[in-house]
């Protein structure tokens, strides 16, 4: 049972330097979604979408894009990586409909110096 | 103001002992109500929803105030696998929205 996989799990980036990060679910979610984790912050939305070609911005977006051309993916792209952006990345995934169980990745812990 | 505000923490308790965590929220529109937990360094994974009427899961009772826009949670005859980090979590519109989480340490 793959569910939301996320990769990579750890990462270390220089500033200026930009990534992807992946995100796959293979339970037909519509809603997929991004969340950075910092300490005392709590989960906070950055990116989400609501099914394939469909993409809007949350509480902190910038900095950050992302695509779904397929149901199954929604990476999330770090343009030009700052210091600002070391965090804990999950994303999540949710049947439609918000029955609040969100699904979510391990998580990716990056880095940026 | 945050949208999700929730017990400080941490909370430091005996085993076997009942523990209560408080959430407030601010958007009166929000639709639906949870508490997920999440252990250190994992993902967060739902607990339960929270219901007007109020709901029990085993040793978990969560209780829903609208009309003072407050969710809680309590833990009875808590456990040593009982410590993690607790997450109030608010259904607005399509996403969610979540507290900052409270820490519970359950001591032998």
Known sequence: NAGVTQ?????VLKTGQSMTLQCAQ?????????????????LR??????????TDQGEVPNGYNVSRSTTEDFPLRLLSAAPSQ????????????????????????LTVL | RKEVEQDPGPFNVPEGATVAFNCTY???????????RQDCRKEPKLL???????NEDGRFTAQLNRASQYISLLIRDSKLSDSATYLCVVLYGQNFVFGPGTRLSVLP
Not at chain 1, 7 to 11: A, E, H, S, V
């Open chain 2, 26 to 36: 601010s958007n009166s529109a929000s639709q639906s109500f949870f508490w997920y």
């Open chain 1, 86 to 109: 070391t965090s804990v990345y999950f994303c999540a995934s949710s049947r439609p409909g918000g029955t609040g169980e969100l699904f979510f990745g391990e998580g990716s812990r």
């Open chain 1, 26 to 42: 293979d339970m037909n979610h519509e809603y997929m979604s991004w969340y950075r984790q910092d300490p005392g912050m709590g």
């Open chain 1, 7 to 11: 990769t990579p799990k750890f990462q």
């Open chain 1, 45 to 54: 939305l950055i990116h989400y979408s609501v099914g394939a070609g469909i």
């Open chain 2, 48 to 54: 339960m929803s929270v219901y007007s009427s109020g």
